[in-house]
C-alpha cells in the first residue's frame, strides 16, 4: 500500500461542480476561460494568447527578488527570478493563506503541484517557472491563528499564537507573532518523536518563528527552506510597489463597479441554475474591493441610490474618494476572493493556477471578469491530494481488510466493516445471505397477490420495506454489542477514524504538514512529488515511513 489513487469523486464533501470539472470538463467548459486542466493544448493556447508587459515584467521580477532575498532564497530560485525575466517565460501560480508553521497540510501539497507542473511544461517546451501566492491581505487572522498536529493515540493537538495586531481587523501580514510562539514551538517539539527529521523541523521552525516576526514573513521563510530546492518563488501580496502595479485594475474596478457587481452576480446564477454552486456570495451592495482605514481591513460596499461606497456599514464615501485612494495610495486597497485571481494575472505571465476545490469554484465566477480587464484567464489546474499512513495506521487497515476510502463512510458502515472480520467472522456474510433470501421470498410473494387481490401490492410493499428497515437495525444492533464487548475494536476504529478522518474533514484540511515532516523528514516532499499526476486529478494514499536517526 505503498500508493493507491482514489477517484476525487469518491471523497468527502466533493461537490458537483468540481467533480465535473476533473471528470465531464464539457459540461463546465463554459463557465471558465480556458481549456480542460488535462489537456496540453490548453497552456500553450493561453501562454500564446499572453501579452505581458516587458515594463510589467521587469518591475515584479526586481521586487520578487528583493522579497525571496530577505526570505533566504536558493540559488534555484534567484535562478528562476531570472527566467522569470525572459519574454517568454510563464508563471504557475499557487498560493494560501499564512497559516501557522505553514498551515494544513494541503499548503504543501499546492506547493508540490504547482513545481510538479512547471515541470511538465518545461519538458514539453514551455518555460514556466512555479510562484507561491502568499494570501498576507487576507484579514482573517483567527483563520490562521491556529493548526493541530497529533498525539500517540491520534487525538488532535491544538497548536496556536494570538499574534500582536496593530488593528481588530488588520491584514495577516501586518500581525507580529506574539512570545506565546516559543512556547507553542516546545508544545510542537514534545509532540514529535526524537531523531534528525524532529531536529531539521525545529530548527528551521525556531529561525523563522520569532517573537516579533511578521506573520507572513515566517511562513515565506519556512516554505523557502521546504521548497527551494525546486526553486519556488514566492510572493508576498502586501507589498506596496505590487500595490503601485496593481493601481490602474484597482480604480478600474472603483469606476465599473455597479458593472462588474452585474457580471458576477449573473455568473452566480448561472452557476446555481445549472446545478452548481457559487462559492461566493454577491448580493446588489458587493464590489472587489477592500479598503484599509485606521489599520483596519474592511470590505467596500455598495451604496444604495447612487454611486458611492459604504465603509464600516455605514459611513458614506464618494467614488471620487475611492478613485484618488486607489490612485494615491494602493497599498490601502486589496481585491476580494473574485478579484484577486486578477491583480495575480496583472502582475505575473500566469499559464496556470494550481487551485482547491473552493477556488476552483470561485474562478467560475472570476472568469466574466478578465475579458473586461485584458487578461487571459489561466488553465485552473486542481492541485493533487493526499491521505498519509502511517506503518500503523496501514496495520490496521491491513487487519480489518479495509481500504482508506472504508473509513470516509459513516460511522455505522466502518464498525460493521471492522466486526465481520474482528469479532464474529462469517456472521455479516450469513445475515446478508438471510437477507437476500427474505427478500427473495417476499419479492416471490408479490406475483401470488397480484393474481389473488392487487389491491394487497401497496401492503406488501409496505411489508417489504419494513423487513429492509428491521434487517438494517439488527445489523446495527449486532455491530454494537460487538463493539461493547471489544475495547480493540473500538480502540482501532477510534484510531483510524482520528488518523484519516479527524473531526470529519480530510487529513489534508485537519492536520499540519510539520506533523508529518517532523516524522518522515523533509525526505517526504521528495516521495511525494513522483505521485503527483498533471494529466488527471487524483487523491492518492501513500504510506510513509519514520525517519531513521
Not at 500582536?164 to 507580529?176: D, E, F, K, T
Amino acid at each position: 500500500m505503498d500508493s493507491h489513487c482514489i477517484p476525487q469523486a469518491r471523497l468527502p464533501k466533493t461537490t458537483a461542480l468540481y467533480h465535473d470539472y476533473i471528470e465531464r470538463f464539457e459540461r463546465v467548459a463554459g463557465f471558465y476561460g480556458a481549456g480542460s486542466p488535462f489537456d496540453p493544448a490548453s497552456f500553450r493556447e493561453v501562454a500564446a494568447g499572453l501579452d505581458h508587459p516587458a515594463s510589467m515584467r521587469a518591475q515584479v521580477v526586481r521586487i520578487l527578488t528583493r522579497q525571496n532575498q530577505s526570505f533566504g532564497a536558493s540559488a534555484e530560485t534567484l535562478e528562476n527570478l531570472s527566467l522569470l525575466g525572459n519574454p517568454d517565460t510563464v508563471a504557475v501560480v499557487t498560493g494560501q493563506q499564512v497559516g501557522l508553521f505553514s498551515g494544513p497540510a494541503f499548503t504543501l501539497y499546492k506547493a508540490l503541484s504547482a513545481v510538479k507542473l512547471a515541470r511538465r511544461l518545461r519538458d514539453e517546451g514551455l518555460a514556466a517557472v512555479p510562484i507561491f501566492w502568499l494570501a498576507t491581505e487576507d484579514h482573517d487572522l483567527e483563520e490562521v491563528a491556529s493548526t493541530a498536529v497529533l498525539d500517540d493515540d491520534y487525538r488532535l493537538v491544538s497548536l496556536s499564537d494570538p499574534g500582536v495586531r496593530p488593528a481588530p481587523h488588520s491584514s495577516v501580514g501586518h500581525v507580529r507573532l506574539s512570545d506565546q510562539v516559543t512556547a507553542t514551538l516546545d508544545r510542537l517539539e514534545a509532540s514529535l518523536p526524537g531523531g534528525a527529521a524532529r531536529e531539521q523541523l525545529l530548527a528551521d521552525l525556531r529561525t523563522a518563528y520569532v517573537p516579533g516576526a511578521g506573520w507572513g514573513e515566517a511562513f515565506a521563510r519556512f516554505l523557502a527552506r521546504l521548497f527551494g530546492r525546486w526553486g519556488v518563488i514566492l510572493l508576498d501580496a502586501l507589498d506596496p510597489d505590487l500595490h503601485e502595479l496593481a493601481a490602474t485594475f484597482y480604480v478600474k474596478a472603483v469606476t465599473g463597479a455597479r458593472e462588474f457587481n452585474s457580471r458576477v452576480r449573473v455568473r452566480s446564477q448561472a452557476l446555481v441554475r445549472a446545478g452548481y454552486h457559487a462559492q461566493v456570495h454577491v448580493d446588489d451592495e458587493s464590489s472587489l474591493l477592500f479598503a484599509c482605514r485606521e489599520g483596519n481591513r474592511t470590505a467596500l460596499r455598495l451604496a444604495s441610490g447612487g454611486g458611492d461606497f459604504v465603509l464600516d456599514g455605514n459611513d458614506r464615501v464618494s467614488a471620487e474618494e475611492v478613485r484618488h485612494l486607489a490612485e494615491n495610495d494602493p497599498v490601502r486597497i486589496s481585491p476580494n476572493a473574485i478579484f484577486r485571481p486578477i491583480i495575480q494575472d496583472r502582475l505575473l505571465p500566469t499559464v496556470a493556477s494550481v487551485v482547491g476545490p473552493a477556488e476552483l469554484a470561485y474562478h467560475a465566477q472570476s472568469a466574466v471578469l478578465y475579458p473586461a480587464f485584458g487578461r487571459p484567464q489561466p488553465v485552473i489546474a486542481p492541485r493533487t491530494s493526499f491521505t498519509l499512513l502511517d506503518p500503523r495506521s496501514e496495520r490496521i487497515l491491513r487487519t480489518y481488510r479495509l481500504r482508506v476510502e472504508d473509513v470516509w463512510h459513516p460511522e455505522d458502515g466502518l464498525r460493521r466493516e471492522m466486526a465481520a472480520v474482528g469479532f464474529a467472522e462469517g456472521w455479516q456474510q450469513r445475515l446478508d445471505e438471510s437477507e437476500h433470501e427474505i427478500m427473495r421470498v417476499l419479492d416471490a410473494m408479490r406475483n401470488d397477490i397480484s393474481a389473488i387481490d392487487p389491491t394487497l401490492l401497496d401492503a406488501s410493499e409496505r411489508a417489504r420495506r419494513r423487513t429492509a428497515y428491521q434487517f438494517e437495525r439488527l445489523k446495527g444492533k449486532i455491530t454494537r454489542a460487538a463493539f461493547a464487548r471489544s475495547e480493540i475494536l473500538r480502540h482501532h476504529e477510534e484510531a483510524l477514524r482520528s488518523f484519516l478522518l479527524p473531526h470529519n474533514e480530510l487529513q489534508e484540511r485537519s492536520v499540519s504538514g510539520v506533523y508529518f515532516l517532523g516524522r518522515a523528514g523533509y525526505e517526504l516532499l521528495e516521495e511525494l512529488l513522483p505521485l503527483i499526476s498533471t494529466d488527471s486529478a487524483c487523491h492518492h494514499t501513500f504510506r510513509f515511513q519514520y525517519a531513521v536517526g
